[in-house]
Each structure stands twice: as structure tokens, then as C-alpha cells.
């Protein structure tokens, strides 16, 4: 990331980017089984939890100036945030790898020269991205953003207005708090990075909001495509599907700008994080370096069904933001002092079996959201209760 501030326009940019992905129209195909009423009310439930948890995550960086992981440390301590700081790392690193393989399965299935061979291509894609910055291809930016739009459009069109028969029919084979719950996770797997965009902004408070907002909006949309493909078309893949529609060279341009514009975002922090652990290292060239680890690992290992992944992201990171709203906005910028706060992170590990523990009870808003009521109560408890250290 560059050292100049962004505009408003700039991080609207950069998550919509991060809103069109192939990971998020796939995942909206799970939603099918809800029938389209039901469906999308889950979608949209979701991601309005979901999206306010990431408002007030993208909040703490851009009022702070601080990076995602340096923020943890307010609550945390300088060590105990490093431990999350590697918990970001890992996943951010997971992130790029699954991007990477949904995107080369997909190009594959337009264009089949090899799935491993796009993946190549992508990663490489990618790494040129971060390598250049996203404030120093702000032109470039905008030409793809309005490409993906233009293209993401024509895929609706194709997806609502191509299909003859209805391919899935309603069922209760996923309850509507386990959809809610699908839907909370992809907001929710940004928490740990909004920051590092939001701190470099010109204006905080309306950056972070028009960051939210269009990812939120671009987001909803993705889950819907997904799903009206699997009920209108009876298809989940949607290489298929455009290959179907006649969609060709248009389809491939969605698959692969919108695995790079998303990936991007996920390896670019990754870079970050790692640089919140170890101090002399540049965040710019550990970003290559996690985008090179994952395409490696896209290309040796299968990354089909990341829902498990998804719910661990959400049970780690639901209550350590819940920590930090707890500090930051009830608590009036709370700062721990010192290298392990450990009333905040012994909260931390009741917020994760919590969390854990929800996933196996059925509720209509998902668990996400019980969990983090649960451990901003307890939050609150322990640090009336425990003396601040001075």
C-alpha cells in the first residue's frame, strides 16, 4: 500500500473488487435448498450482521491509522496481537490459496487448457497486482471494476433470462440460521483486513462506510447469482452455465479479474499481518511471498468445500472483534499496556467454545451474532472486575 491517502472512490473500488468473486457465487449456490423468498432473506440477514461487524472493525484502523493486526494489540497486548496477527496469516494465506483453485477450476471449465496451469496464471496475475499497488494502478483499477460490472451484469441477465425449468426445488436440508450463518461468514472473514485499507484514508469515517456498503451490496449479489443459478438452472458450476449461455472470452474476463481483484485484498494483507509479527520485514513483498505459498498449494491441494473453513474463520475472529468493540466503543479506547493482556484473551478462548459450541444449536440469526453478545457481556464483567494495569 502506498503512502498517499486514499479517496472515498478509491476503497468503494477496492471492495467491490473484493465483492465479485467466484468464492462468494459459489457459496451462494448452497442457498438454493431455501427456495428464492427464504433465500435471500437469509443473504441479506447475514450480511447486514455481518457488514456492521466489519463497519466497526474498519472504524478502529481508520480512527487509529492502524493496520488490522495493530489494532488487535490494542486489546491484546504488543504480544498477545501476535497471536492473532499469525492466525491471520494462516488464513489469508488459506484465502489465496481457495481463490486461486476456485478461479483456475472455473477458467478451466471456459477455456481447458489446465486448471493448474490457470492457477499459475492467476497467482502471477496477483502478484503483480501487489507488486504495482492498487494506489499506483488506480486507472487500471477503474477500467476493471467497470469491466466486472458490465460482465456481472451480463451474467444475470444470462442466469435469469436462459433458464426454462426450475433445477432446485425447496427442502429443509439446511435450516435458515445455518444459511443466516453462511451468509454472516464472508463479511465476517474481512474483519482482520478492512483495516489496512481504511487507515491510509483521506476521510475515515465515509471511507469505511462506502467500503462496507459496497461490499455488503456487491456481496448480496454474488450469493444471489449463485443461487438463482442452482434453482433457475439446476447447475452449481457456473463455468457451465456460461458456457451454456454462449457467454465465452465475457465469462472468462469475470473469472479471472475477479479472482485477482479478491485475492489481491487476501494475500496483500497476509503480507501485512506478517509484517505486524516480525517488524523488518516489508508487507508489500510478504503479500508476493503468501500469494506465491498459495498458489502452490492451489495447485497440489483440492480446496471443493471451504464451509469448515468459513465457520473456523468465524470462530476465531467473531470474538476477538467482539473484544475489540468492547474496548474501542463501549469502553471509550480502552489501550492495554504491557505484552499479553490476558483477561482479553482468556474471553477470547470462552468467546471461541462458545462459538464452537453454537454451531451445534439452530438459531434463526445464525451463531454469530449470540456469540459476540455473549463475549462483549463477559468482556465487560472481567474488565470491571479486573484492575487496569497501570
Known amino acids: 500500500m502506498e503512502s498517499r491517502k486514499t479517496t472515498v472512490l478509491e476503497n468503494g473500488m477496492i471492495w467491490f473488487g473484493a465483492g465479485v468473486s467466484i468464492a462468494e457465487i459459489l457459496t451462494g449456490t448452497y442457498f438454493a435448498s431455501l427456495g428464492f423468498q427464504k433465500g435471500i432473506l437469509a443473504i441479506v440477514t447475514g450480511h447486514i450482521i455481518g457488514c ?11 480512527r487509529t491509522g492502524k493496520s ?16 492473532f496477527a499469525i492466525l491471520n496469516v494462516l488464513q489469508l494465506v488459506g484465502w489465496t490459496g481457495i481463490m486461486i483453485y476456485d478461479g483456475g477450476l472455473s ?10 496451469v490457470w492457477c499459475v496464471v492467476i497467482g502471477l496475475l496477483v502478484m503483480a497486482w501487489i507488486a504495482f499497488g492498487v494506489t499506483r494502478l488506480d486507472k487500471l483499477n477503474f477500467a476493471a471494476m467497470a469491466l466486472l460490472f458490465i460482465l456481472t451484469v451480463v451474467l444475470c441477465v444470462v442466469i435469469f433470462g436462459h433458464s426454462s425449468q426450475s433445477g432446485v426445488m425447496a427442502d429443509d436440508s439446511m435450516s435458515f440460521g445455518a444459511a443466516v450463518e453462511l451468509a454472516v461468514a464472508m463479511p465476517l472473514s474481512w474483519l482482520p483486513v478492512i483495516s489496512d485499507y481504511t487507515r491510509e484514508a483521506e476521510k475515515p469515517v465515509r ?7 459496497t ?13 438463482g443459478a442452482a434453482i433457475l438452472t439446476g447447475e452449481s458450476d457456473i ?8 457467454l465465452g472470452a465475457a465469462g ?7 479472482t485477482v481483484t479478491t485475492t489481491f485484498l487476501d494475500a496483500f494483507s497476509a503480507g501485512v499481518s506478517a509484517e505486524s509479527v ?8 510478504m503479500g508476493i511471498a503468501a500469494a506465491a505459498i498459495g498458489t502452490v498449494a492451489a495447485v497440489i491441494f483440492p480446496m471443493d468445500d471451504i464451509t469448515d473453513f468459513l465457520y473456523l474463520i468465524g470462530s476465531v475472529f467473531a470474538p476477538m472483534i467482539a473484544i475489540q468493540i468492547t474496548d474501542q466503543f463501549i469502553l471509550g479506547g480502552r489501550q492495554t499496556k504491557g505484552n499479553f493482556d490476558w483477561p482479553a484473551l482468556i474471553v477470547w478462548v470462552i468467546g471461541f467454545a462458545a462459538y464452537r459450541y453454537l454451531m451445534g444449536v439452530d438459531i434463526p440469526v445464525g451463531n454469530t451474532l449470540p456469540d459476540m453478545v455473549i463475549t462483549v457481556i463477559i468482556g465487560l464483567i472481567v474488565r470491571k472486575i479486573v484492575p487496569e494495569k497501570k
Do not use: H, N, P, R
Open 52 to 62: 456492521i461487524m466489519m463497519f466497526l472493525a474498519g472504524l478502529i484502523g481508520a
Open 278 to 285: 516480525f517488524g523488518g520485514l516489508k508487507g508489500k513483498y
Open 215 to 227: 461490499y455488503g451490496l456487491v456481496s448480496c449479489w454474488m450469493y444471489v447469482i449463485g443461487m
Open 207 to 213: 471511507a469505511t462506510a462506502v467500503s462496507v456498503v
Open 107 to 116: 477458467a478451466d471449465g471456459m477455456l481447458g487448457i489446465s486448471a493448474k
Open 68 to 83: 488490522a493486526m495493530e489494532t488487535v494489540k490494542l486489546s491484546f497486548g504488543t504480544q498477545g496481537g501476535k497471536l
Open 252 to 258: 472468462l474476463l469475470i473469472i479471472v479479474f475477479s
Open 239 to 246: 463455468a457451465s452455465i456460461m458456457v451454456k449461455a454462449g
